[in-house]
């Protein structure tokens, strides 16, 4: 069974950092690419980011480009999202989502979701 | 980036209903376009891929058509668990983009 766990989501004041992680089991992580999705309160889904298989590419959201890196290790089935400079607008549920099929950017399996609140 | 749109942006309809919703991207994404359904305090879920082929596991009563620019989702009968709101996702380019949604209630 596939499972997606995300942690690392805590109220923060605005301009500070943090690290998001999603856990994966249940598929052979190292073959497929993933992304972090989020969603603000009240609001609409908004892609943020995509690990390449090898995260030999990344792929950033303007909104977020500059600020938020993407990485992932595939020795421990583990991805990543290092958060700089957070904004209020920052304000969202992020979900780690496995794509479905290389070269395939859509979304098969998500996780639960982690809450970042970026407030003073 | 591809700007998605949808309409409308909420619906009510009856459990029975034939429903139908509408995406339209910002350039031709020929049919890279996904369907999601997401019900309140849950993650997304994939229903349609590709513009008009069925997530497996998913009711039959949804389905997709579509290419280029316009595309529709379609419940040919909706069930009290089909209440819920619902995404269109262009997976042409390698920045994704989602619709704004269409939140489909009860009448």
């Known amino acids: 069974e596939v499972q997606l766990l995300e942690s690392g989501g805590v109220l923060i004041q605005p301009g500070g950092s943090l690290r998001l992680s999603c856990a994966a089991s249940g598929f052979t992580f190292s073959s497929y690419a993933m992304s972090w999705v989020r969603q603000a309160p009240g609001k609409g889904l908004d892609w943020v980011s995509t690990a390449s298989v090898s995260a030999g590419s990344a792929y950033y959201a303007d909104s977020v480009k500059g600020r938020f890196t993407i990485s992932r290790d595939n020795s421990k089935n583990t991805l990543f999202l290092q958060m700089n400079s957070l904004r209020a607008e920052d304000t969202a549920v992020y979900y780690c989502?496995?794509?479905?099929?290389?070269?395939?950017?859509?979304?098969?399996?998500w996780g639960q979701g982690t809450l970042v609140t970026v407030s003073s | 980036d591809i700007q998605m749109t949808q309409s409308p942006s909420s619906l009510s309809a009856s459990v029975g209903d034939r429903v139908t919703i509408t995406c339209r991207a910002s350039?031709?994404?020929?049919?890279?376009l996904n369907w999601y359904q997401q019900k309140p305090g849950k993650a997304p879920k994939l229903l349609i891929y590709?513009?008009?082929s069925l997530q497996s596991g998913v009711p039959s009563r949804f389905s997709g058509s579509g290419s280029g620019t316009d595309f529709t989702l379609t419940i040919s009968s909706l069930q009290p668990e089909d209440f819920a709101a619902y995404y269109c996702q262009q997976s042409y380019s390698t920045l994704l983009t989602f619709g704004p949604g269409t939140k489909v209630d009860i009448k």
């Open positions: 590709a513009a008009s």
């Open positions: 350039q031709s994404i020929s049919s890279y």
């Open positions: 989502a496995k794509h479905a099929l290389v070269g395939a950017h859509r979304f098969d399996y």
